[in-house]
């Protein structure tokens, strides 16, 4: 981290230096998160927030000048349509329900207006999914997983709320990129409602079949179903 904030420190010099840091918009991300060693897991590949959640900054002169920090929920697919939004540049449209003979749109909303105001109402959940099998894990009870590159995967999709994270596993059909969401194999129920104590001891305790959080299964059930479209703010 420290060498990372060291290059940092000569890129945002290196604007100031050449006068180009009152124009210029600067954003830095991590494409994944990492794990090690919790849940077992080593390196990216789950879909627990210790492997999903990443940093995101953006520097954007005039609007983030005194800074800001909000603790909405966002997204990397927010990227693209906020530099145009910022830069003047037309918007992308949003996909529609159907896009597969689509050659431009986007499935993420620009972060201008929450740059803006920090408090505002913002995105319900975000989204991620990872499939099994990916290397090993080709067995569960009563099931086998088709060979790896096979045209069969178990997908695990998961939305991620101010409350919670919900995750269901179910069969994935890689020849037309469509899940079956009847045929599920597992699901996963986790709280943020609190502060973690102790720091990466969180998302321990599946809370999928307590039958205190049926209803709260059912909401995420739907709105994992039903995607982006039923979590953007009204205002986009």
Known sequence: MTYTDAQIGKVMTALQSLGYADDTIV?????????????????KFTNFEDATRIPFLLRVPGITDEGMHSDALVELIDIYPTLTDLTGLPQPNLCPLFSHNISTCVEGISLAPLLKNSTQQWKLGAFSQYPRPNSGLWYLPDHRYPGYGGPEYVMGYTVRTAQWRYTEWVRFDNNTATANWSDVWGVELYTHDKPMVIPFDDENANLANDSGMRDVVAELHEMLKAGWRLVVPPSQ
């Not at 954003?27 to 390196?43: C, F, I, T």
């Open 27 to 43: 954003v830095l991300w991590g494409d994944h998160g990492w794990q090690l060693g919790e849940h077992g897991e080593w390196a």
